[in-house]
């Protein structure tokens, strides 16, 4: 069985403001769908997609998106990374 390319199975982790004040983070969305010329705009339906079919499982209502943008990306710290591999060795 071949494998995936990164490319493939890529999202863009998205921050979501909804109508009501309500925050949600990381919320993931195909990379691929992002391609166009729209920019981040195709995430937006598919966010409420998501939210459509999340509100009909929970039986609660879906909330409207004010806003979304791109969530920072986390980068490890090398020097943190260095110190636990110091820690965590065998002397």
Do not use: C, H, W
């Not at 990164?6 to 309500?22: H, I, K, L």
């Not at 409207?64 to 090398?78: F, Q, T």
């Amino acid at each position: 069985m071949a494998m995936k390319s990164r490319a493939a199975s890529a999202v863009v982790m998205f921050d979501v403001v909804y109508a009501d004040g309500t925050l949600r983070s990381n919320r993931k969305v195909p990379a691929s769908a992002l391609d166009g010329l729209d920019g981040d705009e195709p995430a937006r339906g598919i966010i409420e997609e998501q939210d459509r079919e999340i509100a009909a499982a929970s039986g609660r209502p879906a909330v409207e998106v004010k806003s979304l943008s791109r969530s920072p990306i986390k980068v490890a710290n090398d020097e943190s990374a260095a110190d636990r591999k110091v820690k965590g060795a065998k002397r």
